[in-house]
């Protein structure tokens, strides 16, 4: 008899799984589409450009103050221009850095970036202008969850 409680209980489960991915699927239909910010700089052999602009998109109007999304380019530009010459030295410094804290050192970003339903990611996109891929930053709109939905 314990059995059949337990094959009941996993179809329950797996109903529950489904139901869960089918609104998740539903909110991401009706999220707008990603902001793409190119670079502006000179493109390096691996596509990544040494600059971006620090334009404010007018999609993100009401999203992110238009002060906050150039300091936050500005930093990234900022990165790029120190590190870029010495790439593999920060990629490993960075690397160590995560293993000493675990990763908790990029604890406050996700839960940053969750709370405002942005999420900031390098895409690889090919050029408009030539064959060659370029790295953009993509700014996705993650959707919020319905407040009658539990944790």
């Known amino acids: 008899m314990e059995d059949f409680d337990e094959i ?3 179809e329950e489960e797996d109903e529950d799984e489904d139901e869960d991915r089918a609104a998740e699927e539903q909110l991401l239909k009706y999220a707008p589409d990603p902001v793409v910010v190119r670079g502006s700089g000179h493109v390096t052999v691996f596509g ?10 007018s999609a993100l109007t009401g999203k992110v103050a238009p002060e906050e999304f150039k300091a936050s380019i500005n930093r990234v530009n900022g990165c790029l221009k120190k590190t870029l010459p010495v790439n593999v030295r920060w990629l490993l410094c960075g690397c160590l850095c995560c293993c000493c804290t675990l990763g908790f050192s990029l604890w406050p ?7 405002l339903c942005l999420h900031w990611r390098l895409s690889k996109r090919k050029c408009e202008t030539n064959n060659m ?10 959707p919020k969850i319905p407040i009658f939905r539990p944790d």
């Open 133 to 142: 891929m370029e790295y953009v930053i993509l700014i996705e709109f993650l």
């Open 48 to 57: 990544l450009s040494n600059k971006f602009e620090s334009e404010f998109p």
């Open 109 to 115: 970003v996700i839960c940053l970036s969750k709370r």
């Open 8 to 10: 009941y209980e996993e």
